[in-house]
Structures are given as structure tokens and as C-alpha cells.
């Protein structure tokens, strides 16, 4: 899975529910799934627990920088940053 798709399943969810456990990690298991990737519940609290970090400082720059790690463009980190700027 790419990171834009990551960033399209993300744009889906609403806001109202970037503090709920269960709608983070419905995501969270889509983008594994789509991924292919095996994974764990340990492997899913993990994430859980970093997209709830990211999402609590309202501001993108942790998340652009493990993400430029990954090959993100410009263009995402943008579309990132007005994500964020929105909350």
C-alpha cells in the first residue's frame, strides 16, 4: 500500500473520531489488510497509539518526518499540513 491511499483512508475519517479507538484502528486494520501485511494486536495497539499521538499535537511535522523516510512527496505533506491547519 502506498502512502496515498494511507492518506485517502485517513481523509475519510471524520474528525469527530480521531480520538476513537475503535474507528483509529478500523482504519488502521484497512490499511494493513490492503497492505498484505501480516500483523498483530500488538502491532495494531502500536499504531493506534502513534496515530493518536500525532493527531493529539496537531501539527504534522513527527508525522512528515517518518513518513520522508518512506518516500512521501511534496504534494502529500501539503495535503498533510492543510489536514491538520483544518482541525
Not at 6 to 31: E, G, R
Not at 66 to 79: C, P
Request: proline share 3%; charged share 35%.
Amino acid at each position: 500500500m502506498d502512502i496515498g491511499s494511507i492518506i485517502n483512508l485517513v481523509k475519510k475519517m471524520p474528525k469527530d473520531k480521531w480520538d476513537d479507538d475503535n474507528t483509529i484502528k478500523k482504519v488502521i486494520q484497512t490499511a494493513l489488510d490492503q497492505s498484505g501485511k501480516a500483523y498483530t494486536e500488538a502491532d495494531l495497539t502500536k499504531y493506534l497509539r502513534q496515530f493518536k499521538r500525532i493527531a493529539k499535537s496537531k501539527s504534522p511535522l513527527p508525522l512528515i518526518s517518518m513518513l520522508l523516510r518512506h518516500g512521501i512527496t511534496k504534494s502529500q505533506i501539503d495535503d498533510i499540513k492543510s489536514k491538520f491547519k483544518k482541525k
